[in-house]
Nanobody, 119 residues
Framework: QVQLVESGGGLVQTGGSLRLSCTAS????????MGWFRQAPGLEREFVAGISWSGGSAYYADSVKGRFTISRDNAKNTVYLQMSSLKPEDTAVYYC????????????WGQGTQVTVSS
């Protein structure tokens, strides 16, 4: 069983930056593909970014491409989401997720961290 704990959320002004962290325990982190999702009030949860187990491949939603960067440190069992040029529409609860090898869906989820971008 993999446990995921996010941190780094908060309140930031439009144009500002935040870095989210997600630390995993209870599994072999270096074998997990990792992702970040977000859910704004009244909307469905949406994919933000994903990174392969090795860190060699990264994927982004069009809405964040060029502004957000996902990275990982397998020695620290941690995945990061560096968010820059933040917009009010980025306001949401951000969730970290882990995907086991061979699966097409994410198997484990964190509890979420709130990001609020003020205009």
């Amino acid at each position: 069983q993999v446990q995921l704990v996010e941190s780094g959320g908060g309140l930031v002004q439009t144009g500002g930056s935040l870095r989210l962290s997600c630390t995993a325990s209870g599994g072999t982190f270096s074998r997990l593909n990792m992702g970040w999702f977000r859910q704004a009030p009244g909307l469905e949860r949406e994919f933000v970014a994903g990174i392969s187990w090795s860190g060699g491949s990264a994927y982004y939603a069009d809405s964040v491409k060029g502004r957000f960067t996902i990275s990982r440190d397998n020695a620290k069992n941690t995945v990061y989401l560096q968010m820059s040029s933040l917009k009010p529409e980025d306001t949401a609860v951000y969730y970290c997720a882990a995907q086991l090898s061979g699966f097409t869906t994410y198997n484990y989820w964190g509890q979420g961290t709130q990001v609020t971008v003020s205009s």
